[in-house]
């Protein structure tokens, strides 16, 4: 269970900053490098509140081998949303 509840705030985390986010003009990495536009970052909050609806289900029925497998996909997929925030390295010649 604890995986279950583990999953559940990082996804409800994840899909409160991407629906903030979508209604943000967004910063210069995410907006000009990743491409990150409004519609992306409600299409990762919508990933994510059905990430909820699934870490609901497996706590409800107390599986801990899906709330597992559940968190290893989702921990991937919220690193992914979080690195479109991270600058680059900054590139000497310019």
Known sequence: MLYDLVGLILALTVAVAAWWRSRA???FYD??????E???HRRYALVSLGFVIYFLIAYELRS???GLAGLALYALIAVFYAASFLQG???RDE
């Open 25 to 27: 003009p967004g910063g």
């Open 31 to 36: 907006r000009e490098t990743y491409a990150m």
């Open 38 to 40: 409004p519609a992306t």
């Open 64 to 66: 801990e081998a899906a």
């Open 89 to 91: 390295a900054p590139d």
